[in-house]
């Protein structure tokens, strides 16, 4: 699909819309258009590419059809489901929209936030990962059990370093992004991209009512569901900025901004990142391509 485009974005909306009854439609459309983005800077083809909060890893199996040495770091084992032994499979996300995970760093129950493989993962011959002895049974080396705080890899081990749609489930999201620039070779390409707390989906699944407040947001979501909503404000879901996060990126001297943009906009996705307070609110998700610096 063209980006940006209407067509793009309508299709992608339309997915989004019927995900929880399709998420498989919805997934695999949105890990398509993800590695379109990628290879318009960097072919997939022979890189080491590492997911970082992929879920069930619909991404990494994207990448990894396209000829790429795809990993998946995923610190909730739960997320990977009874799937995860045949290969990252099944759903990446709910209704926090599309992509969304149980990023690393989050606090939630039955994720114990710590690194479930204290090996350093090296670069092995012909570019793919040497995974330690923890990594995920029989996932053939594509899962492994790890924090996004503390990656298990060496210095410069990937070529490309994703991370879709984690950062408002970080405590630290500089901390985070650190890890992420530390493990991506000098030249190459971070993805990253998530959903900032003013847009309209900011609330994830008791928005747009986060607008009235978090807790009025929530406690509504559940009277009207009869379920526990998942996210809780402070806990796994946190109220990151566009204008924060852009100041934070610009600010460091490891990282080449190649591109800041709304994710989804159909036309000039990158003007209304660049308006301050009209982007906290328009922008819906925010993408940052960045290189990393020598």
Known sequence: MRDPSFGRSAALFRAFLR???DPDAAYELLARDAADQIERLVPLEGRVVVDVGGGRGYFTREFRRRGAHGYLFEPDPAELGPAASAGPTGPGG???????????GRTTAGSS???????????????????????????GGTVVVADGYLL?????????????????????????LSELVRVTRPGG???????????????????????????????????????????RLGENLFAIGVGPTLRHVRGRDDVEILSARSRYWPVLPGVVTRIPVVREFATWNLLL???RCS
């Not at 900011?202 to 978090?214: I, M, R, V």
């Open 19 to 21: 995900e929880q009854d």
């Open 94 to 104: 709910t209704a926090a929209g599309p992509g969304e995970t149980a990023g690393p």
């Open 113 to 139: 936030g710590t690194v479930a493989s204290s090996d350093r993962t090296t670069v092995g011959s012909g570019g793919t990962l040497a995974c330690s002895d923890r990594t995920a049974a029989g996932s």
């Open 152 to 176: 298990p890899l060496a210095d410069g081990a990937a070529d490309v370093c994703f991370s879709s749609n984690v950062l408002e489930h970080v405590r630290d999201p500089g901390t985070f």
């Open 189 to 231: 390409l971070i993805y990253v991209s998530f959903t900032n707390w003013l847009s309209p989906w900011g609330g994830h699944e008791w928005a747009p009512w986060h607008y009235l407040g978090a807790e009025r947001a929530r406690a509504r979501y559940e009277r009207r569901t009869g379920r526990a909503a998942k996210h």
């Open 289 to 291: 391509l960045l290189r």
